[in-house]
C-alpha cells in the first residue's frame, strides 16, 4: 500500500481540491436546476425520481469499468477528456427540451462523473504522506461540500431570475477546472505517467472486497443507511416548496445547511481521525455517526417552517462529514494503491446503488402519502437499519482484531 514516499505535494493536492469544488458545484447547480423545472412545472415524484435516477444510474452500472479505467489509464487523460466532454453535455443539456432527451443527457453527464470520482479519490492518497492523509481528505471533501453547497443555492437564486438555460450554460463552464486540473497536477497514476509505487505494472493486483470483511461492513453499512433514508432526496423538495411553502430561493438555501455541516464534519473529525489508529475504532465511530444522520432526518419531520430545518440539518451534515473522513481513510488504507481507483469506485457504486432505490421508493411514495410522514418514515427506517448494523460491526471489528498480527498493513500503507 503506497503514499508518496517524499514529501506532500500540497500544490497537487490544492489543484484538486479546487477541481473538485467547482465541478461539485456544477454537479448540483444542474442537478436542482432540473429539479426545480420539474416541481415548478407540476410534475411528481416520479418524474423528480426519473431525473435522479438517471443521475446516478451511470455511476453504478459503470463502476467495474471506470474503476479499472483509473487504475489503468493516465489521470491526465481522463480528467481532461471527461472535462471537455462533460461541459458540451451540459451546453446541449441547456438547449434541451424534449424529457427524454434531458433525461438521455443527464445520464451521459452522471456517465462522465462515474470516471472523474474514482481518479479524483484514488488521486489524493498517493500525493500525500500517510500522516497528511485525514488533512488531505478533510480538504478534498470540504471543496466537494462547498462546491454541493454553493450549488443548489446558486440555482435556485438563478432559476428564479433566469429559468434553467442559464444555470445549465454556468455548469458547463464548471467542468473546464477538470481540464485545467489534469493538466497542472503533477501527481499522476494509471498509464505511463504514473508516479505512484507499483503503477508500472500492466496488470491489476488481484484486491477483491469480500477478502477484507472490516471494508465489507463499512461499505455494506453505508449502503444500507443510505438506501434507507435515500427517499429524502425526492421528498424534500415537495417537503420545503409545498408542505412548509417556501420559495425556490429558500429551497436552496435551506437544503445547503446539510453540505455546510459536511465541511465542518470533516475537519472536526479529521482531528479525531489522526487518533484513531485502530480501524474497528473507526468503523464503530462511523455508525455511531450515521445514526446521527438518520436523528437529524427524523427530527426535521416536526419542524413548522423552513428555517428550523437549518440547524437540525446542519447537526446532521457534521455527522455525515464525519462518517465520510472515516470511509475514504479506512479505504486508503487498507485497498493497496494499485487497486484504490476500482475501490473508490465500488464503494461509489455501493452507495449510489443504494441510493437509486431510495429515489424510485420515495417517487411512489410520493403518490400514496404526504412528504411530512413521509420525511419522519425515512428516519425512523434509518435508525432501525443502524440498531441492526451493531452486531456485523461489532463482529467485524473482533475478527480483524484477532486477525490483525497476521494480516497487517506494512508501515508505508498506514494512514495517520
Known amino acids: 500500500m503506497s503514499f508518496t514516499s517524499g514529501g506532500s505535494r500540497w500544490s497537487d493536492v490544492w489543484l484538486a481540491t479546487a477541481a473538485r469544488g467547482v465541478s461539485s458545484c456544477g454537479d448540483f447547480l444542474a442537478a436542482t436546476a432540473l429539479t426545480l423545472a420539474l416541481q415548478s412545472a407540476g410534475a411528481g415524484g416520479l418524474a423528480v425520481s426519473g431525473l435522479l435516477l438517471a443521475a446516478t444510474l451511470p455511476l453504478v452500472a459503470l463502476a467495474p469499468l471506470t474503476g479499472r479505467l483509473a487504475d489503468r489509464v493516465d489521470s491526465r487523460v481522463l480528467l481532461v477528456t471527461a472535462g471537455l466532454v462533460q461541459a458540451g453535455i451540459c451546453v446541449a443539456l441547456a438547449y434541451a427540451r ?40 478533510a480538504l478534498n471533501q470540504t471543496a466537494g461540500t462547498l462546491g454541493a453547497l454553493a450549488g443548489p443555492a446558486l440555482a435556485g437564486l438563478l432559476v428564479g431570475q433566469f429559468g434553467t438555460r442559464v444555470p445549465l450554460l454556468v455548469d458547463a463552464g464548471t467542468y473546464l477546472a477538470l481540464v485545467v486540473a489534469g ?30 470483511p472490516l471494508l465489507m461492513v463499512m461499505v455494506g453499512s453505508v449502503a444500507a443507511v443510505v438506501g434507507a433514508v435515500g427517499a429524502i432526496n425526492v421528498i424534500e423538495v415537495f417537503f420545503i416548496r409545498e408542505t412548509l411553502d417556501s420559495s425556490t430561493t429558500v429551497y436552496g438555501l435551506v437544503t445547503g445547511a446539510w453540505t455546510l455541516g459536511i465541511v465542518v464534519g470533516a475537519w472536526v473529525f479529521a482531528r479525531v481521525a489522526r487518533r484513531l489508529v485502530d480501524d474497528g475504532a473507526l468503523l464503530g465511530a462511523g455508525l455511531v455517526l450515521l445514526g446521527g444522520c438518520c436523528l437529524a432526518v427524523l427530527v426535521s419531520a416536526a419542524v413548522p417552517v423552513a428555517w428550523l430545518l437549518v440547524p437540525v440539518w446542519l447537526l446532521g451534515g457534521v455527522a455525515n462529514g464525519g462518517n465520510n473522513v472515516f470511509d475514504q481513510l479506512l479505504l486508503a488504507r487498507r485497498v493497496p494503491e494499485e487497486a484504490r481507483g476500482r475501490a473508490f469506485a465500488v464503494f461509489g457504486a455501493a452507495v449510489q446503488g443504494a441510493g437509486m432505490g431510495g429515489f424510485l421508493v420515495g417517487g411512489l411514495l410520493l403518490e400514496v402519502a404526504g412528504p411530512r410522514p413521509l420525511v419522519a418514515g425515512c428516519g425512523v427506517a434509518g435508525l432501525l437499519v443502524v440498531v441492526g ?9 473482533r475478527a480483524d482484531r484477532s486477525a490483525a498480527p497476521v494480516a497487517a498493513p506494512s508501515p508505508a500503507g498506514v494512514g495517520g
Do not use: E, N
Request: glycine share 8%.
Open 98 to 137: 424534449d424529457p427524454v432527451l434531458v433525461i438521455a443527457l443527464v445520464a451521459l453527464l452522471a456517465t462522465g462523473l462515474a470516471v472523474t470520482q474514482p481518479v479524483l479519490a484514488a488521486l489524493v492518497p498517493v500525493m500525500v504522506r500517510p500522516a497528511d492523509l485525514p488533512r488531505a481528505g
Open 389 to 397: 448494523l451493531a452486531g456485523p460491526v461489532r463482529r467485524a471489528v
Open 183 to 212: 493538466l497542472l497536477i503533477r501527481t499522476r497514476r494509471g498509464g505511463r505517467g504514473s508516479t505512484a509505487a507499483g503503477a508500472a505494472t500492466a496488470v491489476t493486483p488481484a484486491w477483491r472486497l469480500r477478502r477484507d
